[in-house]
T-cell receptor, first 113, second 112 residues
Framework: DQQVKQNSPSLSVQEGRISILNCDYT??????FLWYKKYPAEGPTFLIS?????DKNEDGRFTVFLNKSAKHLSLHIVPSQPGDSAVYFC????????????FGQGTTLQVKP | DTEVTQTPKHLVMGMTNKKSLKCEQH?????MYWYKQKAKKPPELMFV???????INESVPSRFSPECPNSSLLNLHLHALQPEDSALYLC???????????FGPGTRLTVL
């Protein structure tokens, strides 16, 4: 049972345009969501997170939107840069657990110059 | 110091060998994690240590043995591994009640 789903395995975007990565979840207990970026042969790098009490969180070029009723979140990258090309993982967690993260399968983003 | 370090970066071992992976953080984080990641898959949780005590073992085979000697150090002892255990092994740490985990660069393990 996949509780966190990233239905698009890959996404290709032109440099300077917006990249939108999507994530859906099924467990209503999740109250915190995170996005990680991963280059090959490296550990994931934390990008941005959002609590369920918010519907938007912004950090520079990265914005995460949360739609609780739809159990859907998205990561917007504007403008996209070639260095953003990586695998992006959505992850979910819930208050009271020992910090266990439930990851989606990942979306590979390619930003073309 | 906002870094999680892992050694070695690469490890090749035979199925009869005993080896250890090491993870270190000096951020004062009191929760530390071991993950296993196969190509094109998300990280898969193996163990969680909270305040130097093992709090979660995700039904990991006993050929993997974790150890937390102190609040900054996490080891993963490996013995009698199988070729299918070849993967990227990631360590992560987390501060207090926050949810964000910070990952090390990983150890690329190959079992022959």
């Amino acid at each position: 049972d996949q509780q966190v789903k990233q239905n698009s395995p890959s996404l290709s975007v032109q440099e300077g345009r917006i990249s939108i990565l999507n994530c859906d979840y099924t467990n209503s207990m999740f109250d915190y969501f995170l996005w990680y970026k991963k280059y090959p042969a490296e550990g994931p790098t934390f990008l941005i997170s959002i609590s369920s009490i918010k519907d938007k969180n912004e950090d520079g070029r990265f914005t995460v939107f949360l739609n609780k009723s739809a159990k859907h979140l998205s990561l917007h990258i504007v403008p996209s840069q070639p260095g953003d090309s990586a695998v992006y993982f959505c992850a979910a967690s819930w208050t009271g657990n020992t910090g266990k993260l439930i990851f989606g399968q990942g979306t590979t983003l390619q930003v073309k110059p | 110091d906002t870094e999680v370090t892992q050694t070695p970066k690469h490890l090749v071992m035979g199925m009869t060998n005993k080896k250890s992976l090491k993870c270190e953080q000096h951020m004062g984080h009191r929760a530390m994690y071991w993950y296993k990641q196969k190509a094109k898959k998300p990280p898969e949780l193996m163990f969680v240590y909270s305040y130097e005590k093992l709090s979660i073992n995700e039904s990991v085979p006993s050929r993997f043995s974790p150890e937390c000697p102190n609040s900054s150090l996490l080891n993963l002892h490996l013995h009698a591994l199988q070729p299918e255990d070849s993967a990227l092994y990631l360590c992560a740490s987390r501060v207090g009640p926050s949810h964000e985990q910070f990952f090390g660069p990983g150890t690329r393990l190959t079992v022959l």
